[in-house]
């Protein structure tokens, strides 16, 4: 029901966009999380979006700040995640995850995942 795509293999410094559609009887997504896992790490999030209020108010973990923007096309039931400047370190698979309250909740939905690869 939460469909994540966009992943692939990138140099560093190039960028990528990450999709997550909503399908199916998902009626209370209010907010949407992205996440990664890195091999032998734990997972963690990279950013968030309120979909249900007028401004879609971001927040950004600090590795990501300035590199990684959150959007989304409620028409579409869509959201995105831009990567720019990307980095080894960025290696992992994403995650989506929806929220029934704010940011501050647990993902009660999540996608598959996609991996993404950053490697000359």
């Known amino acids: 029901q939460l469909q994540a795509s966009g992943g692939g293999l990138v140099q560093p410094g190039g960028s990528l966009r990450l999709s997550c559609a909503t399908s199916?009887?998902?009626?209370?997504?209010?907010?949407m999380g992205w996440y990664r896992q890195a091999p032998g790490k734990q997972r963690e999030r990279v950013g968030c979006?309120?979909?249900?209020?007028?401004?879609?108010?971001?927040s950004y973990a600090d590795s990501v700040k300035g590199r990684f923007t959150i959007s989304r096309d409620n028409a579409k039931n869509t959201v995105y995640l831009q990567m720019n400047s990307l980095k080894p370190e960025d290696t992992a698979v994403y995650y989506c995850?929806?929220?029934?309250?704010?940011?501050?909740?647990?993902?009660?939905?999540w996608g598959q995942g996609t991996l993404v690869t950053v490697s000359s």
């Open positions: 995850g929806g929220m029934g309250g704010s940011c501050q909740g647990v993902p009660g939905y």
């Open positions: 199916g009887t998902i009626f209370s997504i209010n907010a």
């Open positions: 979006i309120a979909i249900s209020s007028s401004d879609g108010r971001t």
